[in-house]
């Protein structure tokens, strides 16, 4: 079955900074790749997503890219605010059984 | 519309008791999930349901059965809790995207407290 590995599973940046958050997977016949960002104490709640046809999306100042080639995708948040803080996961789709795989997190930290 | 919702936020129980986590969405997804949530471990599949009478097993179902009755509600049963259940619990649902082969937005209901003593 999949496998979604995440990492780093701890990221330190200075505000104004860039972060970047790689995954990488198992199954070449995944093709939909969501990330979700979680705060403390809240549900996942998704920030961006990617699908196997497309192998750059934007919106303001986070990015997805994914390599079909390499089996990976990437999160790429630009000039990184306090509230950018919180935990980052990743996932893949299997398809065909509608099943998520998650990473297993990384927790972003924004220091003022 | 409520969205996702999950009943209880919190629940202490005795190992080998019984219960059952509800879950409820009013946005007429067909797919439904339930995941749990450990420290270090991510988000892990327990059970997914693709539609009213379709279930199956995820990564971690061992423990835990689960129904689906009806388009709305997928509740998640534990039928002799031991202390390696205690976790948070998520559901969570999403709709197809009417290709075939791929799955959308997936919402999450805000998640129950589970502690097993």
């Known amino acids: ?112 | 519309n409520a969205g996702v919702t999950q009943t209880p936020k919190f629940q202490v129980l005795k190992t080998g008791q019984s219960m059952t986590l509800q879950c409820a969405q009013d946005m007429n997804h067909e797919y439904m999930s339930w995941y749990r949530q450990d420290p270090g471990m991510g988000l892990r599949l327990i059970h997914y349901s693709v539609g009213a009478g379709i279930t199956d097993q995820g990564e971690v179902p061992n423990g835990y059965n689960v129904s689906r009755s009806t388009t709305e509600d997928f509740p998640l049963r534990l039928l002799s809790a031991a202390p390696s259940q205690t976790s948070v619990y998520f559901c969570a649902s999403s709709y197809s995207s009417g290709w075939g082969t791929s799955t959308d937005t997936q919402y999450f209901g805000p998640g129950t407290r589970l502690t097993v003593l």
């Open chain 1, 1 to 112: 079955g999949e496998n979604v590995e995440q990492h780093p599973s701890t990221l330190s940046v200075q505000e104004g900074d860039s972060a970047v958050i790689k995954c990488t997977y198992s199954d070449s016949a995944s093709n939909y790749f969501p990330w979700y960002k979680q705060e403390l104490g809240k549900r996942p709640q998704l920030i961006i997503d990617i699908r196997s046809n497309v192998g750059e999306k934007k919106d303001q100042r986070i990015a997805v890219t994914l390599n079909k080639t390499a089996k990976h995708f990437s999160l790429h948040i630009t000039e990184t605010q306090p509230e950018d803080s919180a935990v980052y996961f990743c996932a893949a789709t299997q398809s065909g059984t509608y099943k998520y795989i998650f990473g297993t997190g990384t927790r972003l930290k924004v220091l003022a």
